[in-house]
């Protein structure tokens, strides 16, 4: 079975432009979750879809960032503009339920703003 | 709020010894969920455990188990005979059930190098 797969795997991209990161969540599952990590914070949950609808999105840390799952097997997160900040390794997990359910994780997109 | 705290940063052991990483959680929920996950090198975030707020029974997989007491809100693992391939970044989560659920926070990880 296919894990959760995201894209691109690695993006470098200039300060000022608009980035789009993609993530195909586990078929069947019904929650979705943006991660950041990076070595000054650790791993921050961004925002996390139940049955496409996003359910919080305190995390986001700024309107530069907004999130979207149009169908169940699509999510985006974009930043526009990126900062030299936004650099990070971007995960998006997914897991069957709503609550307790165990989250699996994509590989991770590597995002470099220079 | 929930707190999640892994109190090692870092810990280095020689292959074949035995390591414990300490995780202790804050939470006002009664049902709750921990999980212990893996990131290798490689930069994955790989599942390694889930363990409900009812069941306090310890857990053995093969050279790993852990011990959730939550008398002392901890849910520590341990590795027997650990390996180089163990040396990752261990991260311990929880997750609330309610008007949070879904929501999981994660501890600062702790780095484990087995050293051959």
């Known amino acids: 079975d296919a894990g959760v797969i995201q894209s691109p795997r690695h993006e470098v991209t200039e300060m000022g432009q608009e980035v789009t990161l993609r993530c195909k969540p586990i078929s069947g599952h019904n929650s979705l979750f943006w991660y950041r990590q990076t070595m000054m914070r650790g791993l921050e949950l961004l925002i996390y879809?139940?049955?496409?609808?996003?359910?919080?999105d305190s995390g986001m840390p700024e309107d530069r960032f907004s999130a979207k799952m149009p169908n169940a097997s699509f999510s985006t997160l974009k930043i526009q503009p990126s900062e030299p900040r936004d650099s990070a390794v971007y995960f998006c997990?997914?897991?069957?339920?709503?609550?307790?359910?165990?989250?699996?994780f994509g590989p991770g997109t590597r995002l470099l703003v220079l | 709020a929930q707190k999640v705290t892994q109190a090692q940063t870092e810990i280095s052991v020689v292959e074949k010894e035995d390591v414990t990483l300490d995780c202790v959680y804050e939470?006002?929920?009664?049902?709750?969920?921990l999980f212990w996950y893996k990131q290798p090198p490689s930069g994955e975030l790989v599942f390694l455990i889930r363990r409900n707020s009812f069941d306090e029974q310890n857990e053995i997989s093969g050279r790993y188990s852990w011990n959730f007491q939550k008398s002392t809100s901890s849910f520590n693992f341990t590795i027997t005979a650990s390996q180089v391939v163990d040396s990752a970044v261990y991260f311990c989560?929880?997750?609330?059930?309610?008007?949070?659920?879904?929501?999981?926070?994660f501890g600062d990880g702790t780095t484990l190098t087995v050293k051959p």
């Open positions: 989560a929880l997750s609330e059930v309610g008007t949070n659920a879904g929501k999981s926070t």
């Open positions: 939470t006002r929920d009664t049902t709750y969920y």
């Open positions: 997990a997914s897991s069957p339920g709503r609550s307790q359910e165990t989250q699996y």
């Open positions: 879809f139940n049955n496409n609808v996003p359910i919080d």
